[in-house]
């Protein structure tokens, strides 16, 4: 069965300083995996995903997520924060006609 | 493209009572699916409809939990006999499978928050 694990449920860094969102997996095969998410009081929002094309995968707003099977991991990243990036974040394993989400990552930023 | 809507936003009911939430999925998009999701947790998968067709269900959707998509369009869920653990926010997302993309990506609607009292 698959699943996701989100190391921290909660991150804080100062504006202008790198991110780093830590997500592991479980899959019985090669996963696809997604990186979503939630500002308050509005719907969940791909941020990017990956699906056994390139392992560094680049999404919106310059977050980035590599994969390492090797590791079994996932880890979402950005190198310097802006304020508007305080939110919930999710990661993600397809499971066969369903998202199967972790339990989630609320990112703080300080100024 | 509206994106997919989610109607009410906000539902507070007292137990016991029954509750329905709709959804209007992208137009074209022919996959619907609803998930739960409550305070501190990610979102939990519910139900699956392809075109009319719910072809999967949670062992979380107990029987007084019932959805519908009658023309495979929109999406109805209804609550009967609310209860206090039925709080939670409702999601509904829609996709379609992209020509050759083996797993497709979902879009979500803003959700249904329910409170019941």
């Known amino acids: 069965a698959q699943s996701v694990t989100q190391l921290d449920s909660h991150v804080s860094v100062s504006e202008g300083t790198p991110v780093l969102l830590r997500c592991n997996y479980s899959s019985s095969y090669s996963p696809s995996l997604f990186w979503y998410v939630q500002h308050p009081n509005k719907g969940l929002q791909l941020l990017l995903k990956y699906t056994s094309a390139a392992t560094l995968v680049k999404g919106i707003n310059g977050f980035e997520a590599e994969f390492k099977k090797s590791e079994t991991s996932f880890h979402l990243t950005k190198p310097s924060a802006h304020m508007s990036d305080a939110a919930e974040y999710f990661c993600?394993?397809?499971?066969?006609?369903?998202?199967?989400f972790g339990t989630g990552t609320r990112l703080k930023v300080l100024a | 493209d509206t994106g997919v809507s989610q109607n009410p936003r906000h539902k507070i009911t007292k137990r016991g009572q029954n509750v329905t939430f709709r959804c209007d999925p992208i137009s074209e998009h022919n996959r619907l699916y609803w998930y739960r999701q409550t305070l501190g947790q990610g979102p939990e998968f519910l139900t699956y409809?392809?075109?009319?067709?719910?072809?999967?269900k949670s062992r979380l959707l107990s029987d007084r939990f019932s959805a519908e998509r009658p023309k495979g369009s929109f999406s109805t869920l209804e609550i009967q006999r609310t209860e206090q653990g039925d709080s939670a926010m409702y999601l509904c997302?829609?996709?379609?499978?992209?020509?050759?993309?083996?797993?497709?990506?979902?879009?979500f609607g803003p959700g249904t928050r329910l409170l019941v009292l």
């Open positions: 997302a829609s996709s379609t499978r992209a020509g050759g993309d083996l797993q497709e990506t979902q879009y």
């Open positions: 409809f392809q075109n009319e067709a719910q072809l999967e």
């Open positions: 993600v394993v397809w499971g066969t006609y369903k998202y199967i």
